[in-house]
């Protein structure tokens, strides 16, 4: 059994998947510079966060529309969503008494 250091480990890991990561990091910024949106709708207010920004580019470049990312990319994106994702849902739960009116 080889024995790596966990630093060892992950920097074999980006550079094995650096397209990836450099595109998660692209997203990221695109989605950022696009920021929240706010749409008044009647009484009610529709809001649009950069995390969905960032789902609708990052599945545009995957393999089933443009091909940016290959199979084994999206594989490996796919196992990383739940983990990227649950910082935004508890952002909007914290955020949702600011929005709401009072």
Same mark, same amino acid.
């Given at each position: 059994?080889?024995?790596?250091?966990? @630093?060892?480990?992950?920097?074999?890991?980006?550079k094995?998947?650096?397209r990836l990561y450099l595109a998660a990091f692209f997203i990221v910024v695109i989605a950022e510079l696009i920021g929240t949106k706010k749409i008044q709708l009647g009484s009610g207010l529709?809001?649009?966060? @950069?995390m969905l920004f960032a789902i609708v580019i990052g599945i545009?470049?995957?393999?089933d529309v443009l091909g940016f990312f290959?199979?084994?990319?999206s594989k490996k994106? !796919? !196992?990383l969503v739940l983990v990227a994702i649950? @910082?935004?849902?508890?952002?909007i739960v914290f955020l949702q008494d600011q929005i709401s009116p009072s």
């Amino acid at each position: 059994m080889e024995n790596v250091s966990q @630093p060892n480990k992950i920097w074999q890991a980006v550079k094995r998947d650096y397209r990836l990561y450099l595109a998660a990091f692209f997203i990221v910024v695109i989605a950022e510079l696009i920021g929240t949106k706010k749409i008044q709708l009647g009484s009610g207010l529709i809001v649009i966060y @950069p995390m969905l920004f960032a789902i609708v580019i990052g599945i545009v470049l995957g393999r089933d529309v443009l091909g940016f990312f290959k199979e084994k990319e999206s594989k490996k994106a !796919s !196992s990383l969503v739940l983990v990227a994702i649950t @910082p935004f849902m508890a952002k909007i739960v914290f955020l949702q008494d600011q929005i709401s009116p009072s």
